[in-house]
């Protein structure tokens, strides 16, 4: 084990350690721009000098002393990139000597010849690497008097990237980034000097379904988002962490709202699930929250919905409910949502109602899945469903049986949450067949021009709960969204507008939806039915689960969060706590 | 038990209590600023003038080739009273951006100038327009139709703010 010094101090590194990983590993920040924890070391951008030195050694190999016993160092003439230097055994480094930051400064005046004043148009601007080190590592002013290098701008990289080459600082993290990560060797540096720009191979384009992650670690404007572009300012967005839906592997991410809206997701780094990348799927495909919305519980008088309150919707549901035998009645779970909505489903069903006719539909994509992130099972909590109960008995009814049991007569009552019938149409064509068919929604779609009775739900991002993912990790996320029921949820992050609106804002008119968490309106149901249950939040249903369920015991929010989820099983000792690398640390 | 006779009634003189030789000194007074020249302004009518350093209602530059606003949004941020709100969207120009809507809400902007400051494109301007009546709330929320001000009306300004940004 190789033991060095850095700024004076001593660390042990692993062998083959750069001097850049073991300080990050300590906490000490080299600044860099090309270097990434997750690719290859490339050490163009010349951000991360440092004065590295050894110890003076007699001809024996042993080490000699100065006068006041202190090894004598023979620092180099010259200044070491930390990325690219080996950490070996007595080496002793200084990362903030006068000489390192002159360098630093010197690096910075470079790069910023022929940075564009671009910032009042850069979509980057307020997450900028550029931008932290223009303010932390130079010395603030120009000394270059000259025209700066125009270069192509807006150029159109694929479905979602956009580049303009006079930002660019030509740190290559991108061209590593498609040829290691997203396995799509299509971009190249050309060109020399301060001309250097990067391009796509000729007839290609970078449509690799991670391309988007070039984006976040781009450590200037270069690189942005075609969905995103001009839409707001960072510093106007409050961005909460929360956990993508698109597919069971739940990559972390963080949703970033405006006036009560989401605008774009980003990835969060979780080390044992997504590491620091996401898919453009997962990014873009947030459109279903903000728009269509349910955001009333509708019931069907005369072949037509109309809108009535809440307690009228669980009072006409009792009603007719009950007119049904329970082993009539099929309640439907959704793989697309928490543990806790799908528990309370199935103690609705068990408890309340006594049947075992609890189900869901697994949604496959095969097409979808590949070896890196994304996976075939496009719900983000399939395992978790089934843990919490939702599956049918021996004896009882099954979604695959369903088609027939409603021919038959056997199921004339249907309760499916947040869920539709999209990959089976065949059920659509025997709606008609059905008593009643009680569904709790997002989006209007096919099912609610059909369904009795709707109760308006909230997404992912408008509640707190818990998603296990294809490793069997649970993971807890948090609200992004306000609605009236969560008005500000412990710890939800606001953006400087949304605290300081008043009501006669143009920018308060935002839709603050009467929704609630499914959980909830099983709740109201059942005490309807004359069950006592007083869950008040998401929180005490999951502690409801990890004292029931095997798997969840000793689980808790709180220990959640702390280890970036637990597997199941092993709230007792979880995989241990890691340093989270943050390429643009400033970043809201 | 001591008591301490000072009311006005006791301190004033046989003359003063009269009143009346004051009210003549007053009138005096009065009469003398008649003959006087006069400061007065006839407000609707005449107009005050104000100069470049004047802090009237922000507005925003309308260049020769269009509006000069890139929509960063630093106006707004800086802005102490939140009275700017700011939406920005692309156009074709050389500048990618642009400001699809630009509202200043004139009830909570407290003319500090932050706004005209923190601009890098010296795209908003504190105007000399200091004529701000409104009959509604909604009014008082100015839009990009209001707000733009050909260049040639806010020279004085822009002059001022070369010679002491």
Known sequence: MPILYIDGREYEARKGQTIIEVAFENGINIPHFCWHPELSVAGNCRMCLVEVGLVKRLADGSIQFDDNKKPIVNYFPKLQIACATEAVDGMFVRTNSPRVVKAQESVMEFLLINHPLDCPICDEAGQCKLQEYAFKHSTGFSRFDEQKVHKPKRVIWGPNIIFDAERCISCSRCIRFAKEIAKQDVLTFVQRGDHVTIQLHEGTQFDSPYSMNVIDICPVGALTSRDFRFKSRVWDMSFNDSICEGCARGCNIKIGVRNNEILRVEPRTNPYVNRFWMCDYGRLHYQYVNNNRVIHPYSRVENKLEKISLTDAIELAFQRLRAFHPSEIMFIGSAKTTNENNYLLVKLATEVFNTQNIDLFEHYDEKFGDDFLRCSDKTPNLRGARLVGVYPSETSISVNKLPEAIKSGKIKALYIIEDDFTEFPEIYELLDELDLIITHQYNFNLLTENADIIFPVTTFAEMEGTFVNIDNRVQHFAPALVTKNNLRYMGMKMSRLDKFGAHNDRWTKFELRDIHPSWYVFKLLANRFGSNWNYRKAEEVFMDISMNIEGFNGMTYKLLDEYYGIILGRAQNPEPKVPIYESHYMKP | ?165
């Open chain 2, 1 to 165: 038990m001591n008591r301490i006779n000072n009311t006005e009634h006791e301190r004033l003189t046989f003359w003063e209590k009269l009143y009346l030789p004051e009210i003549a000194k007053g009138m005096g007074i009065t009469f003398r600023q008649l003959f006087k020249p006069k400061f007065t302004r006839q407000y609707p009518e005449e107009r005050w003038e104000p100069t470049g350093s004047y802090r009237g209602r922000p507005v925003l530059v309308l260049d020769e080739d269009g509006e000069r606003c890139v929509a960063c949004g630093l106006c707004s941020r800086v802005c102490p009273a939140l009275a700017i709100e700011v939406q920005a969207g692309e156009t074709e120009r050389e500048k990618e951006r642009y400001p699809v809507k630009f509202e200043i809400n004139m009830l909570r902007c407290i003319f500090c100038g932050f706004c005209e400051e923190v601009c890098p494109e010296e795209a908003i301007v504190m105007s000399k327009d200091y004529e701000l009546v409104f009959t509604s709330q909604e009014d008082a929320i100015l839009g990009k139709d209001k707000l733009l001000v050909p260049i040639h009306k806010l020279q004085d300004r822009l002059e001022f703010l070369r010679e002491y940004k």
